[in-house]
């Protein structure tokens, strides 16, 4: 697509500089400072941009050097609501000025349709609003079952620069632009190897750039050739990205592998992606040691840590150590990259997978493009253009196998942001965020759940003017949330009592984001609260590169996943065995149905399962279930699969379930479990020892343990309104926690239904041989466990 024509009108006399910038011309503005700042040798802070006259999407935009003194008088007009006459000053961008009238309307930013009054120019005849912008658009559906598509631009975009559609363009241009700014931040060892060092030091851009063109130039002197599968596996670290870099640009497939994956699995994807070499951490070798001679493509190990190789591998060629391939590239000719086209193949993910054995996701380099310019335009329009390259920091912890953490880190490479990586232990994950002092912190329910469990059980324990502040600053915060207040100040209370919650996060925290599963309204607020950031929460898929939905930034409530990304079109779609429909009053619902340049190409070498999952038109089947709010905004209430029938004939949804119990303190984990042939739920518990004991200490509760736990789930389950079938009548509880290396859940932290079914099959049987009682547990009590 050619991109608009940009005249600079220049200062002090200097002729007028044209420039073209490729991109799509609706979001021009955002890539034309850069553009313009760089031709025009002026600090991108002095210029203004604004479109012709004569043109509604801008083809031809003006950018003048001027004082910022002049203002202009808009139309705001709300989608719900009648328009407000607003006089702003000057804007950099169509964000910014949105993110004035936010303040100024208490009205979310996004909510604001931008139009002139009377035209009102400015001194120099041009004017700088920008044209008609809308939230989210409907596309009506002529076929009988779906709904319309929802878009949050005309047309789904896959890329802001027609000039960079590639990862491999992509990074080499921030590379080049970010040269001297910190990339990779690691805490290093020290030199007894005892303990990490209580700072990050870092690898710039410039560092990085250098080692994937070694490392590219010392695989392909093994032998390895563009299109080869290339294997990643080891927790997060510098060496996991550069691996990862290194593929996207020197045309490398990359496979990933969760590091908790067991010697079965690994033997299983090696084979079935035909991977010719795996790049491991030490701690991985023993895993691949028991697979290798099953493996016939696998080639060569290599590894990311310089310690004594394993004896079995030593003097056999099959094993390299990564700085040894750099050091041999070093010496190599080597190139700028391998020339790459957007259709083209650069990763298959392996999906965890709930069941049965592990999918290949293919994505192209089109479709990580795609995800990444959506999350970085979407940032943009909330503001949050004033993180510094070179400055800002984020942290990073969640799997980058999985694609959620990955196209984070695409985001913060094209914005020239530093990634920190942690120690490798999340027992000691908030000691490194306290060093680092992150500005962006990604993560998921689990996760959150854990901090708000920490902080209100801290909250709880502490004196009675220490809990009467903390509800006072609470309440008032809440208050303004709920008046749409973009950035709420409870003044005073709120450096008294929430800048200590705020320093355990290093105290720079501007930004916060979920994904990965539902969050509860409740806790997103809490987190927004008690942090001083702002918090977004997303919807996505590997199969469509983690990119779906994302809340805007200046939205004040949550319990949604918020509106389309640009790249893609959202649509739900009837599913009458479920009475969820699109033309249910008020809320259609229906399955969400996903289509866009971010969706991924197939399932490596499973044609029938891609035709089952992507229909002829394009559109991917997510298995979820959403429904539209009037405001456009999406919200997950269910899954396809996970769901059944009791014996009454009842549907349930145990997802939603386990999260309602899950709110309760007392409780750690909890599967629950229903039987089509019978007419109640049953569940097994894992409880939080330390939290019953605290609490029957501190309150001198009399009952038993068990007793306590039921009086609690019973007060969420009225309180979340669960009706009386949705309740569990039984219970067991165990000790062991379900974790990804017990096999139930999978490395993004989902629970493995069938196999928790499997594990508990006997207590299962159990409980439904005790007949049915009113939440009532079958073990001989908690307390004697404690």
């Not at 949105?98 to 979310?108: E, I, M, Q, S, V």
């Amino acid at each position: 697509m050619v991109g608009p024509s940009v005249v600079i009108a220049a200062v002090d006399g200097r002729p007028p500089i044209s420039v073209t910038v490729g991109g799509h011309p609706a979001f021009a503005y955002y890539e034309i400072r850069r553009a313009v700042a760089a031709a025009a040798s002026i600090p991108v802070e002095r210029l203004r941009i604004a479109p012709a006259s004569d043109v509604s999407v801008p083809q031809k935009l003006t950018c003048s050097v001027r004082n910022r003194s002049e203002s202009a008088t808009v139309s705001v007009e709300p989608f719900i609501g009648d328009a407000v006459p607003v006089t702003v000053d000057h804007a950099d961008t169509i964000a910014d000025l949105k993110f004035l009238l936010a303040g100024r309307t208490k009205l979310p930013a996004e909510a604001h349709v931008l139009t002139l009054i009377n035209g009102s120019p400015l001194s120099d005849g041009t004017c700088p609003i920008p044209p008609r912008l809308r939230l989210w658009y409907e596309i009506p559906s002529t076929v009988p079952g779906r709904g319309p598509a929802h878009r949050s631009v005309p047309v789904p975009i896959g890329s802001l620069d027609s000039a960079h559609t590639t990862l491999a363009s992509v990074l080499q241009r921030s590379f080049k632009e970010c040269a001297s700014f910190k990339f990779l931040g690691t805490r290093d060892w020290n030199d007894e190897h005892t303990e990490r060092r209580h700072s990050y030091s870092w690898q710039s851009y410039q560092d990085v750039y250098k080692r994937c063109r070694n490392f590219a130039a010392g695989l392909s002197g093994l032998g390895l050739q563009p299109g080869d599968k290339v294997g990643i596996m080891s927790v997060n670290r510098a060496e996991w990205a550069i691996t990862d870099f290194t593929c996207m640009m020197f045309g490398f497939v990359a496979v990933t592998l969760y590091d908790t994956f067991g010697a079965d699995v690994i033997e299983y994807i090696i084979n079935h992606a035909d991977v010719k070499a795996v790049v491991v951490s030490q701690n991985m070798l023993p895993q691949v040691s028991k697979c290798r001679s099953k493996c016939p493509s696998l080639k060569y190990v290599v590894l990311m840590d310089d310690l004594p190789i394993d004896r079995a591998f030593k003097g056999s060629g099959f094993t390299h150590r990564l700085s040894q391939i750099e050091r041999e590239g070093s010496s190599r000719p080597s190139s700028a990259g391998v020339p790459t086209k957007p259709e083209d193949i650069v990763s298959i993910c392996y999906t965890s997978g709930t069941t049965g054995k592990p999918k290949g996701v293919i994505l192209s380099h089109g479709n990580l493009v795609a995800a990444t310019a959506a999350l970085n335009l979407h940032l943009l329009q909330g503001g949050t253009q004033r993180l510094q390259p070179g400055v800002d920091t984020t942290i990073s912890y969640l799997p980058l196998a999985h694609i959620y953490e990955r196209i984070a880190q695409l985001s913060a490479l094209t914005r020239g942001i530093g990634i920190g990586y942690y120690s490798g232990d999340t027992a000691t994950l908030l000691d490194d965020v306290e060093i680092l002092k992150p500005t962006v912190f990604p993560g998921v329910p689990r996760v959150w759940q854990r901090i708000y469990d920490k902080v209100t059980a801290q909250v709880n324990e502490s004196g009675w003017v220490t809990r009467k502040l903390f509800q006072a600053a609470y309440d008032t915060k809440l208050s303004a949330l709920k008046a749409n207040a973009p950035n709420p100040d409870s003044g005073l209370l709120d450096s008294l009592v929430f800048k200590k919650i705020s320093n355990k996060f290093g105290g720079n925290l501007t930004l916060m984001v979920s994904g990965g599963a539902p969050l509860s309204a409740r806790i997103a607020t809490f987190m927004r609260i008690c942090t001083r950031s702002a918090f977004i929460e997303g919807y996505g898929l590997t199969e469509t590169c983690a990119m779906t939905t994302l809340t805007p930034l200046s939205d004040t409530d949550y319990g949604h996943v918020g509106i389309p990304s640009s790249c893609c079109e959202v649509m739900l779609v009837d599913v009458p065995s479920m009475n969820y429909l699109t033309t249910d009053k008020p809320y259609p619902r229906g399955e969400i149905w996903l289509r866009g340049p971010n969706v991924f190409l197939g399932y490596y070498k499973q044609p029938d399962v891609t035709k089952e999952s992507i229909t002829s038109d394009g559109w991917f089947k997510t298995g979820d279930v959403g429904l539209w709010r009037p405001d456009g905004r999406l919200q997950v209430i269910d899954r396809v699969k996970n769901i059944f029938k009791l014996a009454q004939g009842e549907y349930i949804r145990p997802e939603h379930i386990e999260g309602v119990y899950k709110m309760s303190p007392f409780i750690t984990n909890i599967f629950v479990y229903g039987d089509s042939l019978q007419t109640y739920l049953v569940a097994v518990i894992v409880p939080n020892k330390e939290e019953i004991v605290k609490y029957t200490s501190t309150h001198g509760f009399k009952g038993d343990s068990r007793a306590l736990l039921e009086k609690d789930m019973r007060k969420h389950a009225q309180k979340e309104g669960l009706r009386g079938y949705e309740q569990v009548r039984r219970f067991v509880l165990v000790d062991e926690d379900f974790t990804v290396e017990n096999g139930l859940l999978t490395p993004s932290l989902k629970l493995k239904r069938h196999d928790a079914k499997i594990r508990f099959e006997q207590q299962i049987k159990e409980m439904y041989s005790a007949g049915e009682v009113s939440t009532a547990g079958t073990t001989a009590g908690l307390q004697s466990k404690l």
